[in-house]
Structures are given as C-alpha cells and as structure tokens.
C-alpha cells in the first residue's frame, strides 16, 4: 500500500466525496436547478406579490408606499375586476372543453391510417403554429358584419347576418369560436401522441373480443388517453386563464368591457395606467386562479392512479 | 368446436406475395402447429382465419361456414397475442370479462366463468390487479384465461411463449397442452420454435416463404422429412447434410469413406447411379463404437457437453458434422473419430430439388 501513496491518495480523497451524507449530495446535486428555479420564478413571482402592497403608481408622481391590504381591497370593490374575471372564466368553461372535443375529433382524425400522414399532421401544425394575435386578426375579419365570411355563408343559407361586434353575447362568441380554432390543433397534437402510444393489439384483441367502434373508443381509447388529455387541460386551462391576444385583438374588450378579459385589464393598469401596485394585485389574483386549477387536476390525477 | 379450411388461401402486398396458396385442413379438436423461419407468413396466415388481415385469394372456412368478409367478433375465434395485448387500465378479472360482457352475457353468469377458468389457470388469487402488477408469465396467463372464458369455437396462438423465459416456456408449454387435453378445442399455434411444435402439435405445418412445405405429424417430418429444409428445421441440434457420390448401392464421400444403403432405399434412388446428391444424418443417428466396416471418419473441432449427452464437432471433408454421443464421451480436439451410422435413418435429397428421394416411409417403431 505504501508503494503507491499517489494512487492511495486520490482514492481517499475520491471516497471522503463519496462520504457525504446522502442528504448532502442530493442537495448539492440539485442546487443548479434550485439556483435556477429560485431565479427564473421564485424572484418574479415573490417580487409581485410584494409590489402588490404598495401604492406604486407611476402618474401619481408620489413615491412607493406600503399600503398593506388596500389594493386587494379596491379590487373586491371594483366592478371592471368582477366583469373581466366572469369573462376570463367563462372563457375557460366554454373554450377549454369545445378545444378538447375538437381536439380529440381531430387527433383521432389525423391517426386514421392515410396513405400520406404529413399533410394531415401538417395541417394540423398550422392553426398552433399561427401567433395568437394574428388568428384574432384573421377571425376579426371572417366576423365582419359586411365583408365577413361567416355572414356571407349564413346570407347563403338564407339567414340574416349577424353584427358579431356590436352586441355582447356575439361578440363573445366570436371570441370564443376564434379561441377553440386556434388552441384544438394544440390538444389535438397532445392527444395524437397519446394516441400513437396506444398498441394496435389492443385494438385487435378488442375486435376478437367482440367490441365495435363505438366501445373500443370509450373502453379502450379514451381511458387510455387519460394522461395525455389531463395534461393538456392543465397548459390549455392555464393558457385559457391567461387570454388576451384573441380578445384583444378582436374587440380591444368591447362593447363596453363585455369581453375583456382580466390578462386586458391587468394590460391596462399596468401599462397604460402605470398603476403597478394595483396591475400586480390583479396578477397575484390571476397566479392564484391558475395554482388552484393545477391542483384540483393534479389531485384528480393521482386519484385515479 | 369446428374445423378449419383454409383454400388457396393467398395474401399479397401488392405485388408481393405473402402468402402462396395454402390448402389445409384442420379437423375438429386437432391440435396444428404453424411452423418456419422469421418473416414466413406465419403470422399473416393466422390473422387471415381470425379476419384481422383481409384475403387477397382463396377461401377460409370454419366449420361449414365461409368467415372471408366475416369481421373477428363473428368468427367465434379466440387469440392470444404475442405480446398478450391486455387491456392496461382493466383488472385481470375484467379484463377476462370483457369479451363476455360485450356480448352482453348476464353479470351474474360472468363472475362464475371467469372464476372457473382463472381457477384453471391458477390465476384466482389475480383477479383484483392490474396487468401492470403481473410477472410475464403471469400476464400470459391472463392472455390465456381472457380467451378460454369465451368459450371459442377455435384457439389461436401466436408466439405466445416469445416473451418467457427458458425454463417457463417449458412449464407453460406442458400447461397449454394439458389445457387442450382438458378442453379439447381446436387450435391453430403459431411458432418460429421447433422444440414447441414438436412437443404440441397433432400435426406440425413448415411454412416456407408462404409456401406450405410439409404437412404432417411431429413423427413424420421428424423421421420423414420430404426436404432439405424441413430436415434441417426439425429437430436440434439440425440434420447434418454433406455431398456425396451415389454408386449403384454405395455413398462416396470426398473424404474417401463410403456407406452402403440398405436394398429398398438403393432401390429408390437408382436413377442416381452416378450422380451427386445431399446426405442428411441427424446428430443422434451416429453410432460410436469399435469401428466399423462402412464408417466415417472425422477430426474431432469442439466438445460441447450437454450434461445429459455430448455434441462433438467433427470436420469431415469440407463439412463439419454434429454429432450427439453418451454423456461419458471425452474425445480429446483433434483426435481422429470413426463413427458408424445407421443406414436405414440416413436421409437423400435430389441436388437440384432438395427433395427427398425416399419412397418408402420410415416410421419411428420400424427404426428403432
Ligand atoms: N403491411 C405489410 N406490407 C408489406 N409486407 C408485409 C406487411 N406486413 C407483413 N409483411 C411481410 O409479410 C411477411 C410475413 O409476415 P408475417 O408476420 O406473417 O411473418 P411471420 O412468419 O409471422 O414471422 P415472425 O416469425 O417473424 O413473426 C414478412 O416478410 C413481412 O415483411
Ligand atoms: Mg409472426
């Protein structure tokens, strides 16, 4: 042993590294990822939540002041959070779902065996790939009362066109329609891979077993893709929580503020009112509302584990 | 129960042909085992009588009754998959249930089924997992079980042992045959394992690149081999095959040894005077023993001790033989070995052809 106390040497030095308690060399080994968490989103997030309790208006012209629980307060008493957080949520209840029907329809669609599946898988990239603001300008414009397409084809039908932008419940509507185009291509390429990791025996031994279509899809297909459906509720009702392009874009919140969502209204404290207190108020509400939807998913996932 | 006819049965991609106009029948009750190499059209010849691949040609009939356009849930079939194709996110017992519920089949009749078989099979104490909390040979089982529950007109097997390990096989393979015993349906199995056809079947199909090239008990296309390629898929370790030159009754080989065949086989292959042709001898029709008059003679390559016997490499010529001795054998590498054969248990094939040129069939009790 003493012949080689370099070899020796290294080797004790090597194992007091591996000595570390368990603990120890986990926490080590993720510290990178800690630091970078910390970084990217324990930082922003703590540092609006503390913004959220001062006055901090920039037109004002008065410095920051602690004001406790005040913007909270204002904002439980303000009619325009009330109206905007009704339509964000009514948003998410009917563009979430319809995106998921859709979505389904189109996943199980583009996993049909065709001869060529690019162009299929291909036109279906497209919709999700489109920035959200312009597919608000394109609907904007297929809504139109006069020149739209979607009155055009009603008039065709024989029906009367509808001025979509000019009453609430229609231009909600819109909104809505607009919303579910654009964000099923994103549910549809989740639950087309979920899909594709469904074995083909499955299917066969169905058809031995004597299930048509139908069954297969609700015995086989849909409890299959569970996963894959539950996490693409969760980005898509975060996402949902957080609208502003499309609205935006296609209304700017109007007639009044029927269809302004509370992502628009938080935009227009925080820049162009300069009422950072208040917008950051407003932005915690909405960090809360996504946080409660993540957990009733993630516990309904583990329930059915 | 029913039997099965399969009619110039073809299956083709295109221009491809898959499988070749198969004609077999399977009686009622009868054990078949589909046998050949890899990519043979084993499998696609199985999915055709369960109506999961369309029929290109040709008709399938089970019993009477013609099942071409027939879809899987009317041909009153039951498969077990190679990859057992349990359903995931179902319990062992619902799974075993499914088929039956399906068919709507009264819940109180389903629990005592299910329970019957799975008691069959050993699996009872099963019935609340889920596949994913199975061994593999476990959740062959339950592959199992989902298709006797049913209660089919016909078993199909494909590669059901793939997925096990050595020894399993072995214990599921004697299972499976009691199973048939026991119930007495009609079975079609498919394999690429030799060992599994000869122990299973009543009778064994060598499928060749969508060819049928023989048909017969395990008996006959062991002792009976109607080609090279039959010869050489039956039995392990393979049927040796060496050249050699036919005079009136005797085999020179080009080593200078020389066989001489017994009259009746001479007679079969007098049109050969002269000729080449292919030798087959299995391993285990070698005798060792003090040398005699028509021997071969080979240097011993490898010694492979098996524990219940011996395979001894020999190179004889430009060929190696295998041959299978006493476990007690210790010939040393490179020592010099004569070895006798029987010669009414050695096969000759056309070297053209690959046929066999036996005329005169050889049962097992005659050779013996
Ligand atoms: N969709 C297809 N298109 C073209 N060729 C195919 C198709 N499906 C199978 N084949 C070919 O058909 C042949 C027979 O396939 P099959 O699955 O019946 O083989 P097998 O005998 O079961 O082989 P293995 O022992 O490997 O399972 C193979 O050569 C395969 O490449
Ligand atoms: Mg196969």
């Known amino acids: 042993m003493t012949a080689q106390p370099n070899r020796e040497g290294s080797k004790s030095s090597f194992t007091r590294f591996l000595d570390l308690s368990e603990t120890k060399l986990a926490a080590l080994l993720l510290a990178p990822a800690a630091i970078l968490l910390v970084l990217i989103v324990v930082y922003p997030v703590g540092r609006l939540i503390w913004t959220s309790f001062f006055n901090l208006s920039l037109t004002s012209g008065m410095p920051a002041s602690f004001a406790g629980f005040e913007n909270y307060g204002l904002l439980l008493k303000d009619p325009i959070f009330w109206q905007t957080t009704k339509n964000t949520l009514l948003i998410t209840v009917v563009t979430v779902p319809g995106a998921l029907l859709l979505g389904i329809a189109l996943a199980l669609m583009a996993n049909l065996p065709f001869e060529r599946k690019w162009p299929v898988r291909l036109s279906l990239l497209i919709p999700w790939a489109l920035p959200l603001s312009f597919a608000g300008l394109i609907f904007a414009w297929f809504f139109h009362s006069e020149y739209g397409v979607v009155n055009d084809v009603l008039r065709r039908f024989g029906l009367k066109g509808i001025i979509w932008f000019n009453s609430e419940e229609w231009a909600m509507t819109a909104i809505c329609l607009t919303i579910i185009w654009k964000t099923s291509s994103f549910m549809a390429l989740i639950i087309l891979a979920g899909l594709q990791t469904i074995p083909r025996s499955l299917y066969e031994a169905a058809d031995v077993d004597g299930a048509g279509r139908v069954r297969q899809f609700f015995e086989i297909t849909l409890p299959l893709l569970k996963p894959s459906i539950i996490i693409a509720l969760i980005f898509r009702t975060i996402t949902a929580l957080q609208t502003f392009d499309i609205p935006y874009t296609m209304t700017r919140g109007g007639p009044g503020s029927s269809t302004a969502t509370l992502a628009m209204y938080i935009h227009q404290n925080t820049v162009d009112f300069l009422d950072l207190g208040y917008g950051s108020a407003l932005a915690v509400v909405m960090f809360l509302l996504s946080m409660a939807v993540t957990m009733v998913y993630l516990r309904f996932i583990r329930s059915t584990r | ?368």
């Open chain 2, 1 to 368: 129960m029913a039997s099965v006819s399969f009619r110039n049965l073809e299956k083709a991609y295109g221009a491809l042909r898959i499988v070749k106009s198969i004609n077999l029948e399977i009686a009622d009750r009868e054990f078949v085992v589909l046998v050949g190499p890899s990519g043979c059209g084993k499998s696609t010849t199985l999915r055709m009588l369960a109506g999961l691949e369309s029929i290109s040609g040709g008709d399938v009939y089970i019993g009477d009754k013609l099942v071409n356009h027939l879809p899987p849930r009317e041909r009153d079939i039951a498969m077990v998959f190679q990859d057992y194709a349990l359903y995931p996110h179902k319990t062992v017992f619902e799974n075993m249930a499914f088929s039956l519920k399906v068919r709507g089949i009264p819940t109180a009749e389903i629990g005592p089924r299910v329970q019957d078989a799975a008691e069959m099979l050993g699996i009872a104490h099963l019935l609340d997992r889920k596949p994913g909390q199975l061994s593999g040979g476990q959740r062959q089982r339950v592959a199992m079980g989902r298709a006797i529950v049913r209660r089919p007109q016909i078993f199909l097997f494909d590669e059901p042992l793939s997925n096990l390990d050595a020894k399993l096989r072995g214990q599921v393979r004697a299972e499976i045959k009691k199973l048939h015993q026991a119930i007495g349906t009609t079975i079609l199995y498919v394999t690429h394992d030799q060992v599994e056809a000869m122990t299973l079947a009543d009778r064994i199909v060598i499928l060749r690149s969508g060819d049928i090239e023989q048909v017969g008990t395990p008996d006959e296309v062991y002792n009976n081999p109607n080609s090279v390629f039959v010869g050489g898929f039956v039995g392990a370790p393979a049927m040796n095959f060496i050249k050699a030159k036919l005079e009136r009754d005797t085999l020179h080989f080009e080593t200078g040894d020389h066989l001489i065949l017994p009259s009746a086989q001479a007679q079969d292959v007098e049109s050969y005077h002269g000729r080449e042709m292919i030798v087959g001898i299995r391993p285990e029709h070698f005798s060792v023993g003090p040398a005699a008059a028509d021997a071969l003679n080979g240097r011993v390559q490898v010694v492979e001790p098996l524990g219940s016997d011996t395979l001894v490499h020999l190179s004889f010529g430009s060929s190696v033989l295998v041959v299978r001795m006493a476990p007690d054998a210790h010939p040393a590498v490179g020592e010099t070995l004569s070895i006798g054969v029987q010669p009414c248990r050695v096969h000759l094939f056309d070297p053209t052809t690959e046929r066999s040129l036996r005329r005169t069939p050889l049962s097992a009790a005659k050779a013996a």
